[in-house]
T-cell receptor, first 114, second 115 residues
C-alpha cells in the first residue's frame, strides 16, 4: 500500500514552540499534501508540494520533501493553542496514480498547551 | 470557496436498515470520494467516482454501494447496516487532470451509529 505513515503519532508542546511532524511513503509520487483536521470535523487542505520541489512555505508552515528518502516533514513555527488538531499527509501513487486518488496516513495528533 | 455538504452531521440507525448518506459539491469537480475514519486506522477509501455514473472501488467497498447520477451529488448506500459500520464518514471532491492528484475538499462528516 502507498499509505503514508506519520511520525510521531502524538505530539504535545507549549505555545510558542515549533512543532515538527514527519511523513514517510513507499512508492514514487507526483505530489504530497498535508491536511489538518479539528476534532470531529472534516479535513482541510494546508499545502501541496510537488515531487520536483524540495521546500515550500505558507505562513507559519514549512514543508520539505526528500524524494530520495521518500519522506516529508511539516514544521509549524510559533505554535498556538488553535493549532491543536490532527495532521495528515497524503500522497498519490506517481505513475500508478488512479484518477486523483490520494493515500492518507493515520495522522499526528498535535496538542498545543497555552 | 468550494463547499462540500453532507446530508447529516449525526445519524443513528438500526441494524439491517438501508442507509443513504448524501454529499453535494458546488465546484463542478469531476472526482468525488467517500472515506470512513476510525480511531487508529486513519482515512480509508470506500468508493470514488471520476465522472457521472462512473465509480471505482476503494480499499473497503464491502457492504457499501454508491450512486452518482448528477455531477454534483455522490451518494453512499449501506445496503444493510451493521454495527461494524458505526464510524465517521467523510465525503470529498477534487478537480482532475489525468492522473495528477489535486487538493481534496472535504465535507464536515457524518457520524453514523448503528445500534
Amino acid at each position: 500500500s502507498q499509505q503514508g505513515e506519520e511520525d510521531p503519532q502524538a505530539l504535545s508542546i507549549q505555545e510558542g514552540e515549533n512543532a515538527t511532524m514527519n511523513c514517510s511513503y513507499k512508492t514514487s509520487i507526483n505530489n504530497l499534501q498535508w491536511y489538518r483536521q479539528n476534532s470531529g470535523r472534516g479535513l482541510v487542505h494546508l499545502i501541496l508540494i510537488r515531487s520536483n520541489e524540495r521546500e515550500k512555505h505558507s505562513g507559519r508552515l514549512r514543508v520539505t520533501l526528500d524524494t530520495s528518502k521518500k519522506s516529508s516533514s511539516l514544521l509549524i513555527t510559533a505554535s498556538r493553542a488553535a493549532d491543536t488538531a490532527s495532521y495528515f499527509c497524503a500522497t498519490d501513487a506517481g505513475r500508478g496514480s488512479t484518477l486523483g486518488r490520494l493515500y492518507f496516513g493515520r495522522g499526528t495528533q498535535l496538542t498545543v498547551w497555552p | 470557496d468550494v463547499k462540500v455538504t453532507q446530508s447529516s452531521r449525526y445519524l443513528v440507525k438500526r441494524t439491517g436498515e438501508k442507509v443513504f448518506l448524501e454529499c453535494v459539491q458546488d465546484m463542478d469537480h469531476e472526482n468525488m470520494f467517500w472515506y470512513r475514519q476510525d480511531p487508529g486506522l486513519g482515512l480509508r477509501l470506500i468508493y470514488f467516482s471520476y465522472d457521472v455514473k462512473m465509480k471505482e472501488k476503494g480499499d473497503i467497498p464491502e457492504g457499501y454501494s454508491v450512486s452518482r447520477e448528477k455531477k454534483e451529488r455522490f451518494s453512499l448506500i449501506l445496503e444493510s447496516a451493521s454495527t461494524n459500520q458505526t464510524s465517521m464518514y467523510l465525503c470529498a471532491s477534487s478537480t482532475s487532470r489525468g492522473r495528477i492528484s489535486y487538493e481534496q475538499y472535504f465535507g464536515p462528516g457524518t457520524r453514523l451509529t448503528v445500534t
